[in-house]
């Protein structure tokens, strides 16, 4: 097969991708791993920044999103058995966050992509980058897993192909730099079938460490306690996970955390990570190929949106007016605001929980730069312009 663009991954940089390329006039093939069910049946996080928000709305898959997903306009922060509001429509001149799952961006994702006639491999194996540094890039795999192998002949390849996927692997080794931090702690994740029990989401740094309460829909919630990574999930019984999180989110005036029947429960490690340079030759990675951030603070899909929508303007530029410079700093570009999302992310990580191997003066710090958010609109106002989504440079 020939196309202009091989896209490695079907999650949602390959697929905004994809769509974003389609718009331009450019020929696209997604291939994944994964099955579509396990694709979108893929538990994340879900706050949508405002910008993305409306290249949903542009790409029209807004549809099911401004029905089922929610608005919000500020978010919680609690310790010490208090709680305080940031108003971050009015830290940012009206900016909002969608809280909306990712699974359901992937099912809008794929469906917008079949309905205009899009390719997308689902299951294939034995997945292979080559040519990148010549040009006539190509990608071999398996499409059923085994069997014979395919080709895809194309322009460029993108390694939209998560942590794991063979895509950073095309970059040579004495070519990349990959900065990481492995915190030591995780998160346990659960859903539950239970009514909302706070209008907003709720970041807590109380008793033993971080808790998030979010959301899902009107009877079903989604909320983590901070955890031993290496914890097994059966040492956390649901009696367990409830009495952690009503120590964590528990208030002084009486407020009670709804319970309910808890049908989804895993635990995720805490990581952040960041490859340089994110290109080779005539190949370009996005997403969590190129870099992760711990969940506090919800970044992952934001900056992977991010990267595409810079790689399709550039790729837009090259096929439409023969010009490579958006190509040339596609790194760079994305670089700069990834960083920042790094920083956000750690940020928030490092202030909401509760780290065994600091000392007890740290910690003190950490509840200064909490009470700092509730005492100054500067503070409060860079926590409110990051979490919306910093300006693209
Ligand atoms: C979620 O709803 O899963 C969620 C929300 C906010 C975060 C992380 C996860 O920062």
């Given amino acids: 097969m020939r196309v202009q663009v091989g896209i490695v991954g079907a999650g949602p940089a390959g697929l905004f991708l994809a769509l974003l390329l389609h718009r331009a006039g450019i020929s696209a093939v997604n291939i994944e791993s994964r099955s579509r069910r396990e694709v979108e049946d893929t538990i994340r996080a879900g706050v949508l920044e405002q910008w993305l928000v409306e290249l949903m709305h542009e790409l029209g898959i807004g549809g099911r999103m401004a029905t089922d997903g929610h608005v919000h306009d500020g978010i919680t922060l609690q310790w010490d058995g208090q709680r305080h509001h940031v108003d971050i429509a009015g830290l940012t001149g009206g900016k909002r966050v969608m809280v909306y799952p990712q699974h359901e961006v992937l099912r809008d994702l794929v469906a917008a992509r079949l309905a205009q006639g899009g390719e997308i491999v689902f299951g ?55 900065y990481q ?117 919800a970044k992952g899909l934001n900056l992977a949106v991010a990267d595409v929508l810079v790689l399709s303007r ?29 920083r956000f992310s750690w940020y928030m990580t490092t202030m909401l929980h509760r780290n065994a191997a600091e000392s007890d003066f740290e910690r003190r710090i950490h509840f200064a730069d909490l009470d700092l958010v509730r005492t100054s609109a500067l503070q409060a106002g860079s926590l409110a312009e990051n979490y919306v989504g910093l300006p693209f440079d």
């Fill in 124 to 178: 294939v194996g034995g997945t292979v980058i080559r040519g990148v540094d010549t040009d006539h890039p190509a990608i071999d795999y398996r499409p059923d897993g085994d069997g014979p192998l395919a080709t895809i002949d194309c322009d460029y390849v993108v390694g939209a192909d998560g942590f794991h996927g063979p895509g950073r692997q095309a970059i040579p080794k004495t070519l990349r730099r990959e």
């Fill in 181 to 297: 931090k492995v915190y030591p702690f995780g998160w346990l994740g659960i859903l539950t079938r239970a009514p909302v029990s706070w209008p907003e989401l709720i970041y807590a740094n109380q008793g033993d460490g971080f808790a998030l309460l979010s959301t899902r829909s009107p009877e079903i919630q989604r909320m983590y306690v901070q955890c031993d990574p290496t914890d097994h999930i059966a040492a956390w019984s649901d009696d367990r996970i409830w009495g952690e999180l009503q120590a964590r989110l528990g208030t002084h005036d009486g407020w009670a955390l709804q319970e309910g029947e808890i049908f989804q429960k895993g635990i995720i490690p805490l990581r952040s990570f960041v490859c340089e340079p994110m290109q080779y030759g005539r190949l370009f990675i996005a997403g969590d190929a190129a870099h992760i951030v711990p969940p506090t603070g």
């Fill in 314 to 342: 550039a790729l837009t530029l090259q096929y439409l007016h023969n010009d490579r410079s958006g190509l040339d700093q596609y790194s760079a570009t994305c670089l700069r605001r990834i960083w920042k999302g790094e």
